[in-house]
């Protein structure tokens, strides 16, 4: 028998999820279904950590972010404002190694420099790069390991309009979730409770008249992945019998103490061929950034540094209507961040979704 929260989270999730289950691609249609949208790893061998960038042909495009996470590992996030005065970006590097791990776009950096790609100026292009980082140092035992600028240009440089390829792959190679308990450790002599393995997940939604609205994540969050369509936990906190804890119960049995500052983090690239201003990329970005929430929970904690991208690259010449395509945001950001447990594999100790049996049937 269900609890009254998870039922009643259940019944929230259900509300019009079906209708758009009709308009969702198969599972790998990813970033790249929008055109101009390339994607690469680079994943180091040494520890399981990498760097992801996303690349935007020709002139760029619109750019957009909300960052609701109070400890973010970020470059160049500034720009985003609709302030300031740069109005198209040229890539997005999502990368590990914690604020080391920023390194990378400098890589993705010199990649675009070589193809005259970025903001022109007297005699040369300055490649606008915003990117941000997830904290994996723990993971794999050797935290002088990380990203470097050497991986950002590698990942640049294999870039590709293919499927994205998921999992334990560039930034998600040491991403983890449901550290809750793994961070509180016991409490009172109880058993104690360890996190699970999550990586990079990527989802894509299509219309009939052609908008089309994708998105990248990496999930390395405090809280468990749920699946809004069931509302079950899909990977977190796992007991010492294997089983999962759920972080909503254990929160809500006070057992829950704070966690440690700045060492997780979801991130996510939204994509779309819309025709958006700076202002409507930066108000897709905060109707996308809902998506977390239906898809991590507890997020946005004092321990996550979560941040969402929009790139808008105008290809689509119909009307748009900013409601659908930050509904459409919110819809494939949870999706990507499901998908971002359901593709991961066990790794370093930890088990992934697919040992645990919780990947939901349509990613079966």
């Not at 160049?76 to 999502?94: S, W």
């Not at 794999?140 to 991986?151: E, M, N, S």
């Not at 009939?208 to 999930?219: E, K, M, R, T, Y």
């Not at 946005?300 to 540094?305: K, N, P, S």
């Amino acid at each position: 028998m269900k609890t009254p929260l998870i039922a009643a989270t259940v019944v929230a999730a259900a509300v019009g999820v079906a209708a758009l289950a009709q308009q969702r691609t198969v599972p790998r249609d990813t970033l790249t279904a929008v055109d101009g949208i390339r994607v690469g790893h680079f994943t180091l061998s040494e520890r399981p950590t990498g760097c992801t960038v996303i690349l935007v042909d020709g002139p760029g495009a619109v750019g957009g972010i909300a960052q609701r996470g109070p400890a973010p590992g970020t470059r160049e996030t500034d720009l985003l404002d609709p302030l300031n005065m740069v109005e198209r970006v040229n890539a997005i590097v999502l990368s590990g190694g914690s604020a080391y791990g920023l390194d990378a776009a400098q890589g993705a950096m010199r990649y675009l420099e070589e193809q005259k790609i970025g903001f022109p100026i007297a005699g040369g292009v300055v490649p606008i790069v915003p990117a941000a980082v997830i904290f994996d140092l723990p993971f794999g035992g050797k935290p002088q390991i990380r990203p470097t600028a050497d991986c950002g240009y590698k990942a640049a440089s294999t870039a590709s309009a293919s499927a994205v390829e998921e999992g334990n792959v560039g930034v998600g190679a040491g991403a983890t979730v449901g550290k809750l308990e793994a961070l509180l450790g016991a409490r009172g002599g109880a058993t104690r409770r360890s996190p699970m393995k999550a990586g990079v997940g990527s989802a894509a939604i299509r219309l009939g008249n052609g908008l089309v609205v994708s998105a990248l994540a990496v999930a390395n969050a405090v809280g468990d992945i749920i699946d809004p369509m069931s509302g079950k936990v899909v990977a977190g906190v796992r007991n010492a019998d294997g089983s999962l804890a759920d972080a909503r119960l254990l929160l809500r049995s006070g057992n829950a103490a704070p966690v440690r500052v700045g060492e997780n983090t979801t991130l996510v690239v939204v994509a779309t061929n819309a025709q958006l201003t700076k202002v409507q990329a930066t108000r897709v970005a905060l109707m996308a950034d809902d998506g977390l929430a239906r898809a991590v929970n507890p997020v946005h904690t004092q321990g996550d540094g979560d941040t969402v991208f929009v790139l808008a690259t105008g290809r689509f010449t119909g009307t748009v209507d900013l409601t659908t395509v930050g509904g459409l945001a919110a819809e494939v950001v949870a999706e990507a961040i499901v998908r971002a447990a359901t593709e991961a594999r066990s790794s370093g100790g930890l088990a992934a979704a697919r040992d645990t049996g919780t990947v939901p049937a349509r990613f079966r």
